[in-house]
């Protein structure tokens, strides 16, 4: 089955900082999906993003198919950005879906 | 609220037992979709039903089965449990058939501990 690696696994962060958070897949995929779960565990369907940019507020995330790999950006974070980010593919279809282990983010005041 | 509600919230059960899980779709939503989460195997996609049909299957064991009842709310079945079906189940909802434009909109879970 397809591979999902996601990186890094753990990353801290002043409020108000930048970060970019990765996922790589081993095997073409048509669909990919970002998720964020909370720290109190709510699960939030982020981003459907099988390939180029997409933007909601201050995330956004851009899929590039043809290099196997999905980037989640996160600007000016915010102390309720914390939490841990999953990504999923693929997201269309009838085919396995495969997570990503996460990247447990911390934002600090 | 995301809409999509949960019950119960907390379950804890031994092994060898059976438990049913609920789950109520968002108002208008066909589609409900079942996840597991445990610390031994992350995140899986479990099962999905569309209208009361099964439309695609994950990581899903054979002890577990689920439905889709017609006013749409769906049950999950896990029987003969074993310690390793310890997780939280995590129930999502969305109006279309895994459409890549649809978004999913997920319960609280229910945590499931099996002792």
């Known amino acids: 089955g397809i591979q999902v690696e996601q990186s890094p696994p753990d990353l801290i962060l002043q409020e108000g900082a930048n970060s970019t958070l990765r996922c790589n897949f081993s095997?073409?995929?048509?669909?990919l999906q970002w998720f964020h779960q909370n720290p109190w565990g709510q699960l939030i369907n982020l981003f459907y993003?099988?390939?180029g940019t997409k933007q909601n507020g201050r995330l956004s995330a851009t899929t590039v198919a043809t290099e196997r790999y999905s980037l989640l950006y996160i600007s000016s974070s915010q102390t309720t950005d914390s939490g841990v980010y999953f990504c999923?593919?693929?997201?269309?279809?009838?085919?396995?879906?495969?997570f990503g282990i996460g990247t447990k983010l911390q934002v600090i005041p | 609220d995301s809409g999509v509600t949960q019950t119960p919230k907390h379950l804890i059960t031994a092994t060898g037992q059976r438990v049913t899980l609920r789950c109520s779709p968002r108002?208008?939503?066909?589609?409900v979709y079942w996840y597991q989460q445990s610390l031994d195997q992350g995140l899986q996609f479990l099962i999905q039903?569309?209208?009361?049909?099964?439309?695609a299957k994950g990581n899903i064991l054979e002890r577990f089965s689920a439905q889709q009842f017609p006013d749409l709310h769906s049950e999950l079945n896990l029987s003969s449990l074993e310690l390793g079906d310890s997780a939280l189940y995590f129930c999502?909802?969305?109006?279309?058939?895994?459409?890549?434009?649809?978004?999913?909109?997920f319960g609280p879970g229910t945590r499931l501990t099996v002792l």
């Open positions: 999923a593919v693929p997201f269309w279809g009838y085919q396995k879906v495969t």
């Open positions: 993003i099988p390939s």
């Open positions: 095997d073409s995929v048509n669909n």
């Open positions: 108002s208008g939503d066909l589609s």
């Open positions: 999502a909802s969305s109006v279309k058939d895994r459409d890549r434009t649809d978004t999913q909109y």
């Open positions: 039903y569309y209208n009361g049909e099964e439309r």
